[in-house]
Nanobody, 118 residues
Framework: EVHLVESGGGLVQPGGSLRLSCAAS????????MSWVRQAPGKGPEWVSA????????NYANSMKGRITFSRDNAKNTLYLQMDSLRSEDTAVYYC???????????WGQGTQVTVSS
């Protein structure tokens, strides 16, 4: 069974930074595109970023572009999301997601809470 475990969330003041991690297991990690998706309270899921299989290419949502960096370490089966200049509107549960056939989000982690508040 595919396993994705996020960590690194927490409470941070506006303007602060957090680094999220996602440990993957039970699948050939380096052969999949991966994404981060977030869900704010009372809202639907919002795609945040995607990274290519080799980590050479990334895409970012306009809402976070310039403030986040998505990377991966295929030797460690781990994803990283560096988030800087955080805003209150970035408060959400952040999920790492495997991108499967037809660009579907076929497996999700349990999520990690990010709260941006003074």
């Amino acid at each position: 069974e595919v396993h994705l475990v996020e960590s690194g969330g927490g409470l941070v003041q506006p303007g602060g930074s957090l680094r999220l991690s996602c440990a993957a297991s039970e699948f050939t990690f380096g052969t999949y595109v991966m994404s981060w998706v977030r869900q704010a309270p009372g809202k639907g899921p919002e795609w945040v970023s995607a990274i290519s299989r080799d980590g050479a290419r990334t895409n970012y949502a306009n809402s976070m572009k310039g403030r986040i960096t998505f990377s991966r370490d295929n030797a460690k089966n781990t994803l990283y999301l560096q988030m800087d200049s955080l805003r209150s509107e970035d408060t959400a549960v952040y999920y790492c997601v495997r991108v499967g056939l037809g660009a579907s989000f076929d497996y999700w982690g349990q999520g990690t809470q990010v709260t941006v508040s003074s």
